[in-house]
């Protein structure tokens, strides 16, 4: 892998910056370059959220992803905007539970995980996007599992260390998916 | 050598100001650089520091100009529309010789204009930040990792000189995270500047500093010795990184956010087989006018690529003076220009598709 260039979008309070965050944590024990960049704004306060993350064995030119190697969908109208700029043999990974629109495009693969779902029926409500890093990691390869718990430590501050078993219980359940 | 870490650039510019010694911060918060203020908030109470959210950006230059009167290090950060605020306290700073550091996040503008990044203003922090014959120091940061580096030597070569020094950032880069290694910390050094009115028991004679001269010849006197300095400064102080510029016949110029855009399609202009590099300035003022010159004879052309209507090219263009032609691309008004954009124009001018 030389480069992975990432797009996550869906609403603001979905986890989306913070799914980024892990990733990039992740790719940094990784020793790869990387850069994460969030949308930022009125947007962030539950309009659309977006967060662009590069991650390369080279330098890191423009942190804006434009064309994504994978689009992360978490809401419809994320995908409707962002589905036609996915590069071709691209990725894209939607939380079905919410966006029920199939993706139209032919020559990317769609992944279509009962993301929501599957968090609450394990009793993680709000862990959506844990499940779909779990799946993307799984899709991916882009870092090994050690590293990725690690990304997850990094990315969680030692007030709410509590948070760590069930966000790594959602990501398990989302490389299962 | 320090743990790699994830920081945002505006958290980074504020550590990296604790670790060169600046235990003095006011300011008033702007999107999008309210966390550099909002993390100075958190370090500065707990290091024996000062932070102080002023009344508003006026307010907040002039404790910048009294702090830093007295030779504390000293800093404040804003972004675009704060620092049309500050103007006149800069301009007072430079009259009276008093360094500090101002970082400016820009945003599109004119006017309150966005919130989005921009480098609208080029032509402020280089040539017109405020009346009177002054220049200030400019960096350019590129990555996190530099806007760190760069924060130490601003403040250093400010000391150096005893003029303000601005780092000139922009709402994506001050937004991003990237992998950093913070510098040692360096202590506050409050005692080496001779020149502070900093109370001195009546053991010297009192300092003044003022930037107030009524009489014309005492006032020209003054501004003259400066700019000799200024001359000093851009003979020993210009700096810029090339990128692949050694047998190229197309030469971007672009600085901050766009080189990074620009270094994209430079990477795939080269996959097809077109000569063209980058001259990043590093420093805005002094320009790096030494960098531009030693490729004007094997240039056919240069391209200055900016998220503006078109300023820092005319500082290419009175380099170039007219011996090749000096192209322009920008977008403005918060608009990040593509990889493929800036492709385009690149292919444009090696002649179109080969």
């Not at chain 1, 790719?27 to 390369?56: D, F, H, N, Q």
């Not at chain 1, 968090?119 to 779909?132: D, Q």
């Not at chain 2, 909002?38 to 100009?65: F, T």
């Not at chain 2, 270094?263 to 003022?285: E, F, H």
Request: hydrophobic residues 40%; charged residues 20%; glycine residues 10%.
């Amino acid at each position: 892998m030389s480069d992975l260039n990432i797009l996550f979008t869906g609403f603001g309070g979905q986890g989306i910056l913070f799914t980024g965050k892990v990733m990039a944590y992740a790719a940094l024990m990784e020793g790869k370059e990387l850069s994460w960049l969030p949308s930022y704004g009125p947007e962030m306060r539950g309009g659309t959220a977006s967060c662009s993350v590069c991650i390369s064995d080279n330098t890191i030119g423009s942190p804006l992803v434009v064309n994504p190697d994978v689009l992360v969908a978490m809401n419809l109208p994320s995908l409707e905007k962002y589905e036609n700029d996915v590069v071709p043999g691209g990725t894209i990974i939607v939380d079905s539970s919410i966006v029920h629109k199939d993706v139209t495009r032919t020559d990317v693969k769609v992944v279509r995980i009962d993301a929501s779902r599957i968090a609450e029926e394990n009793g993680l409500k709000g862990a959506a996007n844990m499940v779909i890093l779990g799946r993307l990691f799984k899709e991916t390869g882009f870092c090994t599992a050690e590293n990725l718990d690690l990304g997850l430590q990094k990315s969680i501050p030692a007030k709410k260390a509590n948070l760590l078993d069930n966000n790594r219980k959602a990501i398990s359940l989302g490389i299962e998916s | 050598m320090g743990e790699k870490v994830l920081m945002k650039g505006n958290e980074a510019i504020a550590e990296a100001a604790i670790a060169a010694g600046c235990r003095h911060f006011f300011g008033y918060p702007i999107t999008p650089q309210t966390e550099v203020a909002a993390y100075m908030s958190k370090r500065m109470p707990k290091i024996d520091g000062v932070y102080l959210q002023a009344e508003s950006e006026v307010a907040s230059i002039n404790m910048v100009l009294g702090a830093g009167a007295a030779g504390v290090r000293v800093m404040t950060s804003t972004s675009s529309p704060g620092v049309s605020l500050m103007a006149e306290g800069i301009s007072y700073l430079a009259g009276s010789d008093v360094p500090c550091l101002i970082v400016n996040v820009q945003r599109g503008g004119p006017g309150l204009g966005g919130i989005q990044p921009s480098q609208a203003d080029y032509h402020q922090a280089t040539k017109s930040t405020a009346h009177g014959d002054f220049h200030i120091l400019v960096f350019a940061p590129s990555t996190v990792q530099e806007t760190v580096d760069m924060i130490s030597t601003a403040f250093d070569l400010g000391d150096k000189y005893r003029m303000p020094a601005m780092v000139l950032s922009d709402g994506m880069l001050g937004q991003m995270m990237e992998p950093v290694v913070l510098p040692e910390p360096r202590e506050p050094d409050n005692d080496s500047k001779d020149w502070a009115a900093c109370g001195h028991g009546g053991k010297r004679k009192h300092n003044v500093v003022n930037s107030l001269y009524i009489n014309p010849q005492d006032l020209e006197d003054l501004v003259v010795a400066r700019y000799k300095r200024y001359e000093e400064i851009k003979e020993n102080h210009q700096m810029a990184e090339e990128y692949l510029t050694d047998d190229a016949e197309i030469i971007i110029v672009a600085y901050g956010s766009s080189s990074r855009v620009s270094r994209s399609a430079i990477d795939a202009a080269r996959k097809q087989g077109i000569k063209v590099g980058m001259i990043r300035p590093i420093t805005l003022w002094p320009f790096p006018e030494k960098f531009i010159e030693k490729h004007i004879d094997h240039t056919k052309v240069f391209l200055s690529v900016e998220m503006s209507m078109g300023q820092m090219v005319d500082d290419v263009r009175l380099v170039v003076n007219g011996k090749v032609p000096v192209e322009f691309y920008g977008r403005t008004g918060g608009i990040i220009p593509t990889p493929k954009e800036v492709l385009e124009q690149i292919v444009k001018l090696n002649g179109g598709v080969q």
